[in-house]
C-alpha cells in the first residue's frame, strides 16, 4: 500500500468516526500551493489517486514540515482531497519525517449537501 493509499484510508476512517459519511469514495486529488491564496482549479487538475501516488511520495520526501489533506466536498460525484503544500518560503529540511495532517469540509460544504463550490472553483 503506498503513502497515499494509506493516508486516504486514515482521512476517510477518521470523517466516520466523527459522524461525516461522505457521499462518494470516489477520490479525486487535487494539489494546492498555500502561498498562492486562489482556489480556481481548472478540472484536468483533478487526479485519481493512482496517478498522483509518485508526485506524494516526491512531497514527503522534500522535507515540507507538514502537508495538509484536506476533504474539500463532492464534485462531479468524486469526493475532492487537496494536498496542500506550504509556501515556497517555508525552509525545506530534506531526511526529516513530513507531518500530514487531515482535515474535514468546511461547514459551509456540509450545509450544501457536501457540494465543493462554495470552497473551490473547477473550471
Request: aromatic content about 8%; overall charge negative; hydrophobic content about 40%.
Amino acid at each position: 500500500m503506498s503513502a497515499l493509499s494509506n493516508y486516504l484510508d486514515v482521512l476517510l476512517h477518521w470523517l466516520e468516526s466523527i459522524g461525516l459519511q461522505p457521499p462518494s469514495q470516489d477520490v479525486r486529488i487535487l494539489e494546492i500551493s498555500l502561498g498562492d491564496g486562489t482556489y480556481h482549479v481548472r478540472r484536468d487538475e483533478l487526479r485519481k489517486p493512482l496517478d498522483y501516488e509518485a508526485r506524494f511520495e516526491e512531497l514527503l520526501r522534500a522535507g515540507y514540515p507538514w502537508l495538509n489533506m484536506s476533504c474539500y466536498g463532492v464534485h462531479d460525484r468524486s469526493l475532492i482531497v487537496a494536498i496542500e503544500v506550504p509556501s515556497p518560503r517555508v525552509g525545506l529540511s530534506p531526511g526529516f519525517a513530513t507531518r500530514v495532517n487531515l482535515s474535514g469540509p468546511a461547514r459551509i460544504v456540509l450545509d450544501q449537501q457536501w457540494r465543493v463550490d462554495s470552497v473551490l472553483t473547477i473550471e
